[in-house]
């Protein structure tokens, strides 16, 4: 993770295009291709923000206290409860 801040950091736009130029290349997955490709010709329009609501974010707030209280459940116990009865 550091290392790829610390490379995004360190590269400009220019070198930045030019390797993922020449990945694309030499690249023989047609899927990541497509997938790269969709992600590119978006629209940026259609990428919104979604904002929580107040209610959402207490909720939120509120798991996160929870969790620090470690008062959740795993989901191997969860699903051992539930096969168990």
Do not use: C, P, W
């Not at 707030?61 to 209280?69: G, I, P």
Request: avoid cysteine; charge should be positive.
């Amino acid at each position: 993770m550091i290392k790829n801040i610390y490379f995004r950091l360190k590269i400009n736009t220019i070198e930045l295009k030019n390797k993922l130029i020449e990945q694309m290349k030499a690249s023989t997955d047609n899927v990541l291709l497509e997938e790269l490709y969709n992600y590119l010709v978006q629209d940026n329009s259609t990428r919104e923000v979604y904002q929580l609501s107040k209610k959402q974010n207490l909720a939120i707030e509120e798991a996160r206290a929870q969790y620090k209280r470690d008062e959740f459940i795993t989901d191997e116990h969860r699903i051992r409860k539930l096969k168990n009865g």
